[in-house]
């Protein structure tokens, strides 16, 4: 007859094995999920210029994807506030990435809302499809499908950075005050190349 403590260590032998291979299992399994990529694509109103909106792809996971390819041909370069622009011909990315690192982000100008309006309607579903290495380094494949839709920003208020209209002024692309304090420098030094020139040749002539 089994007495408690064989009865105890039997339960022991059995019950370890498997509790050690759930604790491994599920460190397993969080290493792994913190090492797949979560690749997302979406547009977004430009940090610089006011009324241009951005193509952004980027990665949140906690993997690299590689060899990114997309379902469909996504619109660039589709200009226009309001309307399309007439004679303008929209753009369409159509690539393969080769490699996104995790927290990296890809940017391009993807045009204004009358524009990618016309072009995308009420959204276009698009679905990215890569490579990743797990813990193990065993290569897998993985997708997701983000929805692009810029509906939302049809009455959202948009403006230059401060660095961009920084930029313009020091290029004399609008009328601040660092154009006209540009422009009285440009007098200043004209003005005493003048004078300049008048004292030397009064030396000249003193001579």
């Known amino acids: 007859m089994i007495n408690d403590s064989e009865y105890f260590q039997i339960a022991f032998y059995i019950i370890s094995p498997v509790i050690t291979f759930l604790a491994v299992a599920i460190a397993y399994l969080a290493i792994y999920r913190q090492s797949k990529p979560c690749v997302s694509l979406h547009y977004e109103p ?4 006011a009324s241009v909106i951005d193509l952004v792809i980027c990665n949140t996971g906690g993997g690299t994807a590689r060899d990114m390819e997309f379902s469909e041909a996504i619109p660039v370069s589709c200009w226009g506030i309001e309307q399309p622009l007439k004679n303008e011909q929209p753009g369409f990315l159509e690539i393969k990435i080769p490699h996104l690192s995790p927290g990296k982000e890809l940017r391009w100008q993807a ?3 009358g524009g990618l309006s016309k072009q995308i309607g009420d959204g276009v579903p698009v679905t ?3 490579t990743y290495r797990t813990p193990l380094s065993i290569k897998k494949k993985g997708k997701e499908t983000s929805i692009l839709d810029v509906a939302y920003m049809g009455r959202m208020h948009s403006s230059n950075s401060p660095a961009y209209d920084l930029a313009d002024a020091m290029k004399g692309r609008n009328n601040t005050i660092f154009l006209k304090t540009n422009n009285q420098l440009e007098a200043i030094n004209k003005n005493l190349l003048k004078i300049s020139s008048a004292l030397e040749a009064r030396n000249d002539t003193a001579d």
């Open 128 to 130: 990215v499809s890569y």
């Open 46 to 49: 430009s940090n610089d210029v």
């Open 111 to 113: 045009g204004q809302y």
